[in-house]
Each structure stands twice: as structure tokens, then as C-alpha cells.
């Protein structure tokens, strides 16, 4: 049965372009009240945010959550280390796969399932430039035949 799509509140489009997504994981973020509610409203980038695993545990670096408006002098840090939340059993199959195979874990977007904050974490390995030309290739080939297609139809 294929998952539910939830509605992202920011995603990491840059990515599907520069990375060969090799798998995905549906990973918790630890966050504080402020970033939740600056959440809702929408004011996230994750451009070149990364994760990491340290000490057994799973950190997001880089991920932008602008400082809520109505937050007071207890307002977070915007750009400070997250941690993931996923099972240790997880992030050790996790790990064995980035390292052996020199891998980074890369967050593609963010979302609310319920009340709770979800990050779509991919496993990702960098593509060369050729390949990146041969996708660009490829989605406008795909896009002119969708279009005479849709010419045809009519």
C-alpha cells in the first residue's frame, strides 16, 4: 500500500538535481515551540542542509527556520543543529550503509504528520556532471512528447 502524501511546508527541490536518491526515510525532528510554530507559518529552507550521524545519533545541520514573530527573547536560534529522531537500530543500518559506500543522508522536505514534524531524509549518492546533463535531457524530451500528446488529443 503506497504512503500517504503529506503537504511539505519546505522542500529541498536542488537536491533530486544534484543527488542520485538511492533510498528514503521517514525520520522526527526534535524542535522547541518557537520553531514549531514558525514551522506552521511556513518559514523553513533546507537548501544545504545536511545530516550527520555522531556518536550514534542523527544531527540536521544546516536547516533554516526563520525566528518566529511573535516570539519573545526566549526566540530560537534559526540555524542551530537538529536532532532526528529514529530508532538506534535504524540508524545503525543507517550508518553501515553511508560509510561503506560513501553516502551522505540529505533532507528532501518537511512536513506535519498529525501535529508532529516529519523530515523525508534520503540516502544519497552525488551525481556526475554528465548525468546531470543526461536528466536534463531526458525530462525535456519526456515534456515535448507529453505536449504532442496532449496536441493529439485534442
Known sequence: MD?????AIAQNRKAR??????DTYEVGIALVG???KSLRLGKAQMQDSYAVIEEKELYLYKFHIS?????????HEPDR???LLMHKREIRKL????VERGLTLVPLKV???????????ALVRGKKTHDKRDAIIERDAR??????????RK
Open 143 to 152: 515534456r515535448d512528447l507529453d505536449r504532442k500528446m496532449k496536441e493529439r
Open 34 to 36: 518557537t520553531e514549531v
Open 111 to 121: 512536513y506535519f504528520k498529525g501535529k508532529v514534524a516529519k523530515i523525508e531524509l
Open 95 to 98: 550508518f553501515q550503509r553511508a
Open 81 to 83: 543543529v537538529r536532532k
Open 67 to 75: 525566528p518566529y514573530d511573535q516570539g519573545n527573547v526566549h526566540n
Open 17 to 22: 538535481h544534484e543527488y542520485e536518491i538511492l
Open 3 to 7: 504512503k500517504p502524501e503529506y503537504k
